[in-house]
Every structure is written in structure tokens, then in C-alpha cells.
């Protein structure tokens, strides 16, 4: 039982944590008023409730409250997209079923959560104390779970992988160790904190180091020149943020010039591509380091600060981690040449434990022996560096970072009373990474329906980011000898 944030306990109240925005945290107030809602939570507990706690992740400090004073009363929390529509709400309340959920005074909740106990995050509280409200110490062993983060698959609805602490502490560890992430960095960023990225890393990861966040509340190019340029070390940012960024460098030098103080600038999520390192690179004097992580095993590479900057990989394997290329049959590649394509397996203290209720998904995502099989295609070089060249999965969209399966939208669409058969894929996008494409044969050929129509069904059933971007009418879907979708054909290679 070793405790994931140190600096609640041991340092110096009154050095900055947390800041959203115009209101900010120390440490002793973080402890104070994260160590009052923990106490809450724990009697919730004792009282039959609290195996699990939503967390209604607004990008706003009650979130990080929240998300804080559940991992030290030791209870997971279940970060809720703010954003969900009623079908992938619906699927998540009822898959992870908590037993409260926590938000900011004020918030206007779905209906699907008002059957839940809520409690509003007081982040002032403890504050009239007479200095530092001791923070529970961490009641919960390391492999007991922290988080249960909600990723799409394929086909069906959203899984929730179980984060275990040990996970956290790990990945937090092996950041720290290949970029020297210290107490002394400054964070800024504006992602959302209902994903790994932007709650592990981004908030999280800053309060296990002992040094602060400023969180953005929306990413803007504005925001990150203003953090910047006072004081902030490190930018995270998915490849879209930093795509904009490139795009405003050439009539923006105060941004470049923020930039070019930053100690670190790290892109994730998503490959990102070369051409925007290089302008970035050109315009600053900076390079982006790039890390791959995935939902389920949290961060497995990165370039390192010491290590050569290579645009277009991501590094090498962190501390800790196993990873090995493997063949489509199964035979490990041990020459590392630069070449030879292989599906990227991993293994390490970094990994979920399972999907909640899912034994057939989890044992699906494993090898007999016990490495975890991430979907992402690659090569490696000589000197170790990894580069990814794709997904096995063609029904597996990344847009804006976000991943997004194809079968969960067909089925949305499905559920629309103007479609009668749909298809979904990708298609590259200069901003996004990929957007949503929709094929959807009408079941009224007079009357289609348009993309605002089939855009809004399945943001306000799903989420905005899953909404389809363009839309095709067809007559018909190409399908094989085997009634099933042939996509390739669709997408027109
Ligand atoms: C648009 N909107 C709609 C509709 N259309 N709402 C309802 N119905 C509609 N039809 C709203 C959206 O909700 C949003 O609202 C606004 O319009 C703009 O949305 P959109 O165009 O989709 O997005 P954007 O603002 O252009 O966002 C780009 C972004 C975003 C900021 C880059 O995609 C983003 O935050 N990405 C980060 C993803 C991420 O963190 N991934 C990590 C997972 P409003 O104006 O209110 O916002 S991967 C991970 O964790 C692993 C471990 C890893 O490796 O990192
Ligand atoms: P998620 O399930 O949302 O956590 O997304 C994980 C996936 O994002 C991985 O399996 C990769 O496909 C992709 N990903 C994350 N980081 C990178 C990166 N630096 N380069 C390319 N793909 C990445």
C-alpha cells in the first residue's frame, strides 16, 4: 500500500496544484478539501453504498476534486463524459453502476442520473480549518482498482477498463523517469478529463510529482500562449491542438516565442503527423515528443528529453514495460530492421486488470501467455525506437484523439427511422486525424435523410465527437458472398 500522491501529505501546503481557470488550489487546500470529500465518500461506503463513484468530469476544478478524493478513499471512480448522450450514459450507469455521483454546484444533470445520491464537490471546504485537514492516508492496496475509463471497441457499446493503482503510480513513475518530469514543472493543457490523457497524465500526473496544472477549460492557441509565456513548462496536447498550433504559428509570434520556452512539448493519443512536427519545429525551435499509450495500458513509449527526437515515432519502451512485435500467425519478430511489420504487444505493471463485466472481452485482448494484444501495427529499428504504421482494426476510428468504433455508430444510426442499412468508416482528415464517414442507404429514397439530421441523432445518443462529419446516400451497401459489408469498397481503395 504505497500512497499515490505524497505531496498532499509530506510538502509544502502552500505550493500550487491545481488551477482552472481563474480559481487555483495549493496543496493545503487540495488536501483539505479532497480529504473532506474522501471522508464523505468512506462513510458512504460504510454505509452499504460507494463501491464506485461517478464523476460528472466537467473540465472545471471540482472535477480534479473529485477524482482526487476518490482515489483517497480508496473507492474507483467512473469519469463521466459531460457530453453523453442518453444510450451511452444509459450503458455506462447501468455496466458500472455507482453508487454516487459527484459534481460541481450547480450542474445541470441528465435524468439518468437522478436516481444516483449526488454530491456537490466543495472545493473550499476544509478551508476555514485551522491549517492542513490531514488527507486520508490511502486505505486501498496497489492492485486494487483507481479508475474505470470507458473506451469503444468495434462493435457494441463502450468497455470500461479497471485502472488499478499500481497502473497509475507506474505510468506516473516511467513519465517522470523519460522526460524529468518534476515538482518544478508547470503544466498546461486543455483536454478533457474523462480520458487517460487528459486525467492520468494531465492532472493526476502533476499532483504525483508535487507540481501544478493549469488546465485551459477549452484548448485555444490564445490559452497557450498566455500560460506559456507565465511561467508554464510542459504542453500536452492531442495531434488536432497541435495541428492548430501549426496552423497559427506563421501569424502568431507570440505564440511561437511561448512556445519556445517550453521545457517540454508532448503530443499523444494519435499519431501526429510529420509534416506538423516540422513546421512546428521550424517556427519555435522545438521539437514535440511524441508517446504512445492506449486506454487499457496507459502510456507504453515515448521519445525521451534525452534521448534523439525522431518525428514520426514514438520512442522507445518505457521502464517497466515488455513490448514485442508479433506476426499475424503468432511468431515473435526479433530482428528489429525497420521493416518488418508486427502487431504491438505489451506487458507490464502499466496494464488494466479487466473490462468490468466483460471476462469474454478480456480474456479476448490476451495471449495464452499473458501479453496484451493493443491492435497497433508497427516497426521497430535497430537502436529500439518504435514506429506505428496502422490498426488491424479498420472499424476503429481515431478523430480529434478520440477513439470511436465504426459498430457502435452503425447501430445508432440503425436506430434512426430514415435509415435502413448503414456502414461506417474513416477517412483521413487534415485536422482531425480521421472524420466519421456515414454510408447509409435511406429508407425513404425520396426523402434522405441529411447529415444535421444524422449528426444530431447520434451526438445526442452517443457523443458530439462520434457524430458522422460526411455523409453518402447509396442504394444499396457493397456487400461479399457472405451478405457481410465490404468496406474497402466503400472507401474506394
Ligand atoms: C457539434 N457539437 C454538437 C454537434 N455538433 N453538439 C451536439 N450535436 C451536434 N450535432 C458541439 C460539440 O459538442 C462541441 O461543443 C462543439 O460543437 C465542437 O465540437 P467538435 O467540432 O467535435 O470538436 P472541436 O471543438 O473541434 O474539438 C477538437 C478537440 C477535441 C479539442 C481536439 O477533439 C478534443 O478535445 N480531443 C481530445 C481527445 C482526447 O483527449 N483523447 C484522449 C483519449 P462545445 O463547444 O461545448 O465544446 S486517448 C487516451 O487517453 C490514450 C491513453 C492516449 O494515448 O492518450
Ligand atoms: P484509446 O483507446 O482512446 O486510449 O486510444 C488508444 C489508441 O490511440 C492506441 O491504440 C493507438 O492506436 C492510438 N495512439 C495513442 N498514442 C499514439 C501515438 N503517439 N501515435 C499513434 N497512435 C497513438
Sequence with gaps: MSTLFPALTDGPPDRP????????????????????????ISRAGRAGGAGRVAVWATPVMETGV?????????VPAVPLNPKSGEKELGHILSDSAP??????????LPAALHGLERVDVDVQAGAREEGRVAAPGDPAGDDDPALVVYTSGTTGPPKGAVIPRRAVATTLDALADAWQWTGDDVLVHGLPLFHVHGLVLGVLGPLRRGGSVRHLGRFSTAGVTEELGSGATMLFGVPTMYHRIAEALPDDPELAKALSRARLLVSGSAALPVHDHERITAATGRRVLERYGMTETLMNTSVRADGEPRAGT????????GLRLVEEDGTEITEYD?????????????????????????????TADGWFRTGDVAVRYPDGYVRIVGRRATDLIKSGGYK????????????????????VTGEPDPDLGER???????????????????????????????????????????RNDMGKIMKRALAGD
Excluded at 454510408?439 to 452517443?462: C, F, I, K, M, T
Design 17 to 40: 496544484a491545481l488551477r482552472f481557470g481563474e480559481r487555483s488550489l495549493t496543496y493545503g487546500e487540495l488536501a483539505a478539501a479532497a480529504g473532506a470529500l474522501a471522508d464523505r
Design 66 to 74: 473529485a477524482v482526487l478524493a476518490a482515489l483517497l478513499a480508496g
Design 99 to 108: 453508487s454516487l455521483v459527484l459534481a460541481a454546484p450547480g450542474d445541470d
Design 314 to 321: 514514438v520512442g522507445v519502451p518505457l521502464p517497466g514495460v
Design 338 to 366: 525497420g521493416v518488418s511489420v508486427g502487431e504491438i504487444q505489451v506487458r507490464g505493471p502499466n496494464l488494466f486488470t479487466e473490462y468490468l463485466n466483460r471476462p469474454d472481452a478480456t480474456a479476448a485482448a490476451f
Design 404 to 423: 470511436i468504433g465504426a459498430g457502435e455508430i452503425e447501430n445508432a444510426l440503425l436506430e434512426h427511422p430514415g435509415v435502413r442499412e448503414a456502414a
Design 436 to 478: 466519421v464517414v456515414a454510408w447509409v442507404v435511406p429508407a425513404d429514397p425520396q426523402s434522405p435523410p441529411d447529415l444535421a439530421e444524422l449528426a444530431g441523432h447520434v451526438a445526442r445518443r452517443l457523443a458530439p465527437h462520434k457524430r458522422p462529419r460526411v455523409l453518402h446516400h447509396l442504394d444499396a451497401l457493397p
